[in-house]
């Protein structure tokens, strides 16, 4: 690329949204992201950028990557370096600016990457780099790694992210029409934003704050991805001011952010005029961890042609053309011929089993069904949860053979994901004999995307109401296969049962304990009966996938309402 193409100057001609993401999965081969809500802010970039909403990102370069995994022979967890070079993606910044944290003073640099789109304008991603020669070398690796370790870290970071994003918007000239936190992580931004427009002290009344709170808020817009509270950064209010001396009175931030400790959700809640959840049941849970605001509800939705396999794509193209710009046109999927669908759902499967065979050095059958799970490794997922009763399972695998083919991540710190690792190999071994069971190491977009357009069912068992929404569950619905899942997150509004796919248990808070049975019993007399039995009913719930969950659960509907609710307000 040369050095003109780094030019942010052609963007910056008119107003746009700046969206804020501690990670954003821009491609594949970029380790900026760690799951979902890196894959989400991806996506939702993707479709600004197809439909043409005005946006400019931040985030940081995340050099080195969050991890590659690989698996030891006794089934741990093994971490690599995943470093990656900015250079080959991405232009330099024509600007740095500058903060100051444990009193030294910090430049903050950065790279354009522009997500591209075949149908509508680029979106600018501005990539934060503090490894500058100019920086003292404690500084220069705050913007490495993915979530790294440590609370004082994690300030910098977010720093960097938030008040060094603001900073270097405005030196590269952007002009803004409002700013969107995807999650906490971000919400220094606001504290940078009520610096910026407060009022000459001069002018002010006795006991008149010089910050202009309604003005702020009026800017923001707060998406909460947490519907646990010990799930969100909460961080010292001594640590964060040796750090950031520079915060604004220690009063106000108290007021805004919480008297005991700095928690960035209520910063970023006190400061946001629009606040979502990304699912209906959500955006309730969530209205019960915060009383007192409100929470509006933006379900999440995947990315129509990233998520969908070459097969599917093929067949949308020939029977309902123009689905990758108007994915709600997939509600006409139960035009396409049934042995057609079921060709390309071949096609998906086989790309799995090649995948299968190349990582584990397993081969599996193409005619007896793949249970798919992938996700991070981490307890809430409940990944374990399909082996409680080994004894149950295998007699259903001796009426009804199934395969499982599982994948995910845990976070280096996540003693109890990583357990959970060790736990599924054990369980590998143990059915070896009975029921084949492999674990695909390394798992991204691309082993995501072959999972679930290759699966034949998508398994999802979390713990309610942990999961916000989930979001591979939609994207193995652009690719025909169905979902069983625990009703949690988008499967509240997804889930028709027996006609987009299955749900474990029902909708009551206390059913957790039942989820395996629940679980077991529909397997066992409804799915398992079904896949073998009866093709053509097999096929109409596939259909039943793509038109009423692909139709509706895509960035594009996701976009259009962020643009007209939260954005044009
Ligand atoms: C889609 C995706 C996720 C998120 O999946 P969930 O269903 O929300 O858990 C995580 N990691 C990768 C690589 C993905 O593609």
Not at 422 to 437: G, K, M, N, S, Y
Request: charged share 20%.
């Amino acid at each position: 690329m040369s050095e003109a193409a780094s030019n942010t100057e052609s963007y910056t001609h008119k107003p746009r949204v700046a969206y804020f993401s501690m990670e954003i999965a821009m491609e594949n081969d970029i380790p900026t992201y760690s799951g979902g809500l890196g894959v989400l802010a991806g996506d939702t970039l993707r479709a600004a950028a197809d439909i043409g909403v005005p946006m400019v990102a931040v985030t940081l370069v995340s050099r080195t990557g969050y991890f590659r995994q690989a698996i030891d022979p006794q089934g741990r967890q093994i971490e690599l370096a995943d470093d990656w070079e900015p250079a080959r993606y991405a232009t330099r910044l024509q600007a740095t600016v500058a903060l100051e944290l444990e009193g030294r003073q910090v430049w903050v640099g950065g790279w354009l990457y522009v997500m591209n789109s075949w149908i509508g304008e680029g979106v600018p991603i501005l990539l934060l780099d503090t490894d500058l020669p100019v920086n003292d070398p404690r500084d220069r690796d705050i913007t490495h790694s993915l979530y790294g370790n440590g609370d004082a870290y994690r300030i910098k970071q977010e720093v960097v992210l938030g008040v060094g994003g603001v900073a270097m918007l405005q030196a590269l000239g952007f002009k803004l029409m409002g700013y969107h936190m995807n999650e906490g992580h971000s919400a220094f931004l606001t504290l940078a934003l009520l610096r910026r427009y407060a009022r000459p002290r001069e002018g002010l009344r006795p006991g008149e704050s010089a910050y202009d709170l309604p003005l702020v808020r009026q800017l923001c817009t707060f998406t909460t991805h947490t519907p646990v509270e010990a799930g969100h950064d909460k961080f010292d209010y001594d640590l964060v001011r040796r750090i950031y001396g520079d915060l604004l009175d220690l009063d106000t931030v108290k007021l805004l952010a919480g008297e005991d400790k700095l928690n960035m959700t209520r910063l970023a809640l006190n400061l946001s005029e629009y606040v979502n959840g990304v699912a209906k049941r959500h955006a309730e849970v969530s209205r019960q961890i915060f009383p007192g605001y409100v929470v509006h509800a933006v379900t999440n939705g995947v990315h129509a042609s990233t998520w969908t396999s070459k097969s599917f794509a093929t067949l949308y193209d020939q029977h309902v053309p123009g689905w990758g710009h108007e994915p709600e046109l997939l509600a006409r999927a139960d035009r396409i011929p049934n042995d057609l669908l079921w060709a390309a759902h071949r096609d998906a499967k086989q790309a799995l089993l090649d995948k299968v065979r190349e990582l584990a050095g397993v081969s599996l059958s193409a005619d007896q069904p793949i249970l798919g799970f992938a996700r991070r490794m981490t307890a809430y997922k409940r990944a374990d949860l399909i082996f409680t009763d080994f004894e149950r399972l295998k007699r259903i695998a001796a009426k009804f053979p199934f395969q499982i083919v599982m994948a995910g991540k845990a976070h280096p710190n996540d003693m109890a994901g990583k357990q959970l690792i060790e736990t599924l190999h054990r369980h590998i071994r143990e059915l070896a004999q009975e029921i084949p069971v492999v674990f695909l190491p390394d798992y991204d977009m691309e082993l995501a995307l072959h999972m679930v357009s290759g699966s034949d069912l998508w398994l999802n068992t979390p713990l309610r109401p942990l999961e916000a929404s989930g979001t591979s569950g939609m994207k193995a619905a652009f690719n025909g296969v169905p979902q069983l899942s625990v009703l949690d997150g988008w499967w509240v509004e997804g889930c028709l049962e027996g006609v987009t796919g299955w749900a474990i248990g029902d909708d009551s808070p206390t059913a957790n304990g039942h989820d395996a049975m629940a679980l077991y019993d529909k397997l066992e007399q409804l799915i398992l009966p079904l896949w073998y039995g009866d093709r053509a009913g097999w096929t109409a719930v596939m259909k039943g996938a793509i038109s009423r969950n692909a139709a509706f659960f895509n960035s594009h509907r996701m976009m259009r309402r962020y643009a007209t609710e939260a954005y044009l307000r």
